[in-house]
């Protein structure tokens, strides 16, 4: 069974949404590093396979309903994962509520609950919502590398005008705010919640491991632009820290909480060990 957490940020509610856990060989998150080096710094299985998380948002404010990313849907890797709509039942909340969707990525892993499938048809999962989506990664996604999870579940989505692209930073909502951190994919973006002077940030790929944190030069195979994920990552990492904002990672280990600590010139993550009110 999944678990959902319930954090407070101000009088913004975040809840994060546990689609499951899967194993996943480590070395495709280490493209540009000897394998010695992040070999020391992993607990691997004997397959070489770390557990990989897939912790997805739920915002509530006092006028919206926010979801960020939807999970794997029925791509449930024999019951590992697809379970975001089982969370987010927990919240006692309903699918008809949510006013928007954000999608930090249109990678497989975070669209595929998008839509349900309904008498043969891709329908929407949120069927009031407005579905968001950096213009780059639509681009990148349906013209130079397209993939059968866009064509699924977000092109539909474009021909109904329920999905809207954005271009660069933007506020969504007061105090949910949409960030541009491109490298894992051309529009990647990240999520920053502001409440009564508390922050969150939910990351999205930015970083796959923790490791990351302390190393942001090692980037992962599935970053379409490489060479920008170092940058973008001690840009945000220092968003962070100023903000002293409470972290989101995605594929860490559920519910993927925590928060950057400063260690000389770098930093580590600091995993949050049980839901609290930030601030």
């Not at 557990?51 to 948002?57: A, E, F, R, T």
């Not at 994962?81 to 949510?98: S, W, Y």
């Not at 005008?161 to 007061?174: A, K, N, R, V, Y």
């Amino acid at each position: 069974m999944t678990a959902m957490e319930e954090i407070e940020v101000g009088a913004t509610t975040l809840f994060v949404l546990d689609d499951g856990t899967w194993r996943f060989p480590a070395h495709f998150f280490f493209a540009n590093v000897p394998a010695a080096q992040w070999q020391a710094r992993l607990d691997t299985d004997a397959e070489g396979k770390i557990p990989v998380g897939h912790n997805h948002g739920l915002v509530k404010t006092a006028h919206e309903l926010i979801v960020i990313d939807t999970g794997y849907g029925d791509d449930r890797h024999g019951g590992c994962t697809g379970h975001l709509l089982d969370d987010f039942e927990r919240t006692g909340l309903r699918p008809e509520q949510v006013t928007q969707v954000v999608t930090t990525h249109a990678h497989g892993d975070h669209i595929q609950r998008h839509t349900l499938l309904h008498a043969g048809r891709r329908r929407p999962t949120f069927t009031h919502a407005r579905y968001h989506l950096a213009r780059a990664d639509w681009h990148w996604f349906t013209e130079v590398a397209p993939t059968p999870e866009v064509e699924t579940h977000l092109v539909p989505l474009a021909r109904s005008g329920q999905l809207t692209f954005f271009d660069g930073e933007c506020e969504i909502s007061p105090g949910v705010h949409l960030l541009p951190t491109p490298g894992h994919t051309p529009g990647h973006t990240s999520v920053l919640i502001e409440s009564g002077g508390h922050c969150a940030l939910f990351l999205g790929d930015l970083c796959h491991h923790a490791v990351h944190f302390s190393h942001p030069q090692w980037v992962s195979s599935f970053d379409t632009h490489p060479e920008l994920t170092p940058h973008t990552r001690a840009r945000i990492f220092s968003l962070a820290e100023h903000l002293r904002a409470l972290l989101i990672c995605p594929h860490l280990p559920a519910p993927g909480l925590g928060h950057l600590m400063r260690v000389g010139d770098g930093f580590v993550w600091q995993p949050l060990n049980r839901p609290a009110r930030h601030g």
